[in-house]
């Protein structure tokens, strides 16, 4: 389990972190994006750069800190 993280003036995020594959080779350079469902206009959209390995951490204020808690809609955007 990952640790919560407060900053200033910002909500509570968790670390959030994962793989994408695309038949089972790493989407290396694809962005993940995170679209809350029942949030104001100005939510965090948490986002993460998907490296050579497939890896990626979500960032919603500060790098590699994580996304708030909620339901989301993610998006992916792969130029390959």
Do not use: M
Not at 6 to 15: W, Y
Not at 24 to 45: K, S
């Amino acid at each position: 389990a990952g640790v919560a993280s407060v900053l200033a003036g910002h909500p509570v995020v968790t670390p959030a972190v994962g793989k994408l594959l695309v038949n089972g080779r790493p989407a290396a350079g694809a962005t993940v994006t995170l679209h809350p469902t029942a949030a104001p206009p100005d939510a965090p959209r948490p986002t993460g750069q998907v490296r050579a390995d497939g890896s990626f951490q979500l960032t919603s204020y500060a790098t590699g800190d994580g996304a708030p808690p909620g339901d989301y809609r993610v998006t992916v955007t792969w130029l390959a």
